[in-house]
T-cell receptor, first 114, second 115 residues
């Protein structure tokens, strides 16, 4: 499709397990962003990529969270040893890269840690 | 550092009435400002954006917003609410002059439209 694609759309995992969330940005978009949306915290920035490098990863909440992007395209957000407070919707977005360009969001990956 | 404050976590209007959703921002550099809408169980959709051109910005679905530097505001309005406008609305700011393109969001305003 033409939009930002995320998988899985829903994931239920047991506390302590690792999870991987995938994002396929709009073709040609050089910038890619991960956000987290939770009831208590609203929309929080996690990390952003320009190409394959991450100039700003200041929003990653702990060292259990990591992300990578390969080939300037697909990105994977990994959460190790999941905790219940990690339950949230993880939103991926992409843009053409320049400041002010529209940032397009995917529909999110709903993560529930039980 | 940038921040966004959305006044009113929940706004309720009657169908056909004026919609006014308030957003104030704080930014140390000239900002770019955005309004996004989120329908239930969906991602965020851009309604409109201000990027230092005209201060009155028109967006999709009949919404518009006015950038007022003196008031550090970017309120969203629509003259006549429709039932389909019921959703959550997010105001966001980014660094208009810098190299960091991330958005800082407000907490959101849930709009309810009553028949």
């Amino acid at each position: 499709g033409a939009g930002v694609s995320q998988s899985p759309s829903n994931k239920v995992t047991e506390k302590g397990k690792d999870v991987e969330l995938r994002c396929d940005p709009i073709s040609g978009h050089t910038a890619l962003y991960w956000y987290r949306q939770s009831l208590g915290q609203g929309l929080e920035f996690l990390i952003y990529f320009q190409g394959n490098s991450a100039p700003d990863k200041s929003g990653l909440p702990s060292d259990r969270f990591s992300a990578e992007r390969t080939g300037g395209s697909v990105s994977t957000l990994t959460i190790q040893r999941t905790q219940q407070e990690d339950s949230a919707v993880y939103l991926c977005a992409s843009s053409f890269g320049l400041s002010g360009n529209t940032i397009y969001f995917g529909e999110g990956s709903w993560l529930t840690v039980v | 550092a940038q921040s966004v404050t959305q006044l009113g976590s929940h706004v309720s209007v009657s169908e056909g009435a004026l919609v006014l959703l308030r957003c104030n921002y704080s930014s140390s550099v000239p900002p770019y400002l955005f309004w996004y809408v989120q329908y239930p169980n969906q991602g965020l959709q851009l309604l409109l954006k201000y990027t230092s051109a005209a201060t009155l910005v028109k967006g999709i679905n009949g919404f518009e917003a006015e950038f007022k530097k003196s008031e550090t505001s970017f309120h969203l309005t629509k003259p006549s609410a429709h039932m389909s406008d019921a959703a959550e609305y997010f105001c966001a700011v980014s660094d208009g002059g810098g190299s960091n393109y991330k958005l800082t969001f407000g907490k959101g305003t849930l709009l309810t439209v009553n028949p």
